[in-house]
Each structure stands twice: as structure tokens, then as C-alpha cells.
């Protein structure tokens, strides 16, 4: 399998509903299309699980309910194939990617990052997309047993030092604050 090298790689990770995505986009609007692309560990998953139970891809994509009435099966589907093989869905990921600059949305795993690493050594800056409880809760997150006290969601709590831990509670000049003194620190070329 061949990808082209990135200049950089933003590996995201983040609770449900701390606005990873969102981010995402913002950052890809700065820097443009062209020069950035948004991959999603959970896109290639999503893909071959709707495929295996005749679902909705885009649905499950999306971030609505549909998604939500899923996620506990699709989080075992997920783990049984990387027990098999931890960097599957990150090969899948990658391997259309050919711009500069790589935003992974949805690490979840040490071994997310691991395979990253490994393979893009020095190329990778670990970013924290963070929002409070009470935030997270009016964007329509609920706790749930067997998610949110999973590895899914708690397999980076710790063990992990990010380079940038961004604020993501809704207040747009302190995101765009943290978002240009995080873009400015990456590499040119
Ligand atoms: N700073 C913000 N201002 C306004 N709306 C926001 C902000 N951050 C996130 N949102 C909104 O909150 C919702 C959740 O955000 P997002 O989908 O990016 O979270 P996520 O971390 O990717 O969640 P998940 O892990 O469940 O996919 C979305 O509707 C998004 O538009
Ligand atoms: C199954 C899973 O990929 C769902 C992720 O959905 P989302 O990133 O919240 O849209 C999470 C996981 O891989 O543990």
C-alpha cells in the first residue's frame, strides 16, 4: 500500500460530543482543502458494518440517534478486528490521503496513536479536543454504560501526553485563539 508523507498529522481525540468534527472543520477551512484532508478511523469501520448488517453508512456517519442505537455493537465489531490486526482500520484510513496536512478526527486507542507514530515518525502532533460535561450534555450527549466507561471513549485518558489540549466549550474567539496558535506551530513544508 503506498500513501504519500504528510508534513503533519493532527491525531484528534476527544469525548463524545467535544466537538472533534466541528474542530476538524474549522481547521480545514483555515488552511483549505487543498492543503488539508480530514480522515476518520471510523469510516472504513462504519463502511464494512453497515455492508455486514445491511445499515445506513451515511446515517451512521452522521450524528444523529441511528448512529447512537449502533455504536455499542459497532464498538465490538471494531475491537475484534483490531485484536486481529491493530492498524486495519488506520491502513484504510490513510489510504487515499495526499495532502499536506492530515486531521485523524477519531483517535481512540494508544494503539491509534502507536500505528501513527511508527509510521510517520515526527510527522504527528496529539491534539485533545476537550469540552465540559454540561457542554457536551446540551450538544446531546448522554452517558452511557458500555461506552462511555469503555475503551472507546476512555482509551486515551491516560498514558498519552498531548501536544495541544484544546478548549471546546463554545466560545468561538478562544477556539479560533487556540486554533491559530496551534496552526502557526506546524511545519511549512
Ligand atoms: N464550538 C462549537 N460551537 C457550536 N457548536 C459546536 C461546537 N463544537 C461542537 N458543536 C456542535 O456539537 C455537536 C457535536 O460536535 P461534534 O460532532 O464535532 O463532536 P464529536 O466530538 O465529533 O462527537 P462524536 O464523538 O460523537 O462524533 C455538533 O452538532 C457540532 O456542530
Ligand atoms: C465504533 C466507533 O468507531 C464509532 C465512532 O463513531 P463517532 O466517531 O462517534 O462518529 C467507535 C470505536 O471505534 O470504538
Given at each position: 500500500m503506498t500513501h504519500t508523507q504528510p508534513r503533519a498529522i493532527l491525531l484528534f481525540s476527544g469525548k463524545r460530543k467535544s466537538g472533534k468534527d466541528y474542530v476538524a472543520d474549522l481547521i480545514q477551512h483555515r488552511l483549505t482543502a487543498e492543503v488539508c484532508c480530514i480522515l476518520r478511523l471510523s469510516a472504513p469501520l462504519k463502511l464494512q458494518y453497515a455492508q455486514d448488517h445491511d445499515l445506513d453508512y451515511e446515517q451512521l456517519l452522521g450524528c444523529g440517534q441511528y448512529k447512537e442505537r449502533h455504536r455499542v455493537e459497532m464498538i465490538r465489531w471494531g475491537e475484534m478486528r483490531r485484536r486481529q490486526d491493530s492498524g486495519f482500520f488506520c491502513r484504510l484510513a490513510v489510504q487515499h490521503a495526499t495532502r499536506p496536512v492530515w486531521i485523524v478526527s477519531d483517535c481512540r486507542r494508544r494503539s491509534d496513536v502507536q500505528w501513527f507514530r511508527q509510521e510517520f515518525p515526527g510527522r504527528c502532533v496529539c491534539v485533545r479536543v476537550e469540552a465540559s460535561e454540561q457542554t457536551r450534555s446540551q450538544r446531546g450527549w448522554r452517558f452511557t454504560t458500555g461506552v462511555d466507561d469503555a475503551e472507546s471513549e476512555?482509551?486515551?485518558?491516560?498514558g498519552l501526553q498531548f501536544d495541544w489540549i484544546l478548549q471546546n466549550d463554545g466560545e468561538h474567539e478562544r477556539l479560533e485563539k487556540q486554533l491559530e496558535e496551534l496552526l502557526s506551530s506546524l511545519p511549512r513544508t
Open positions: 476512555c482509551g486515551l485518558d491516560e
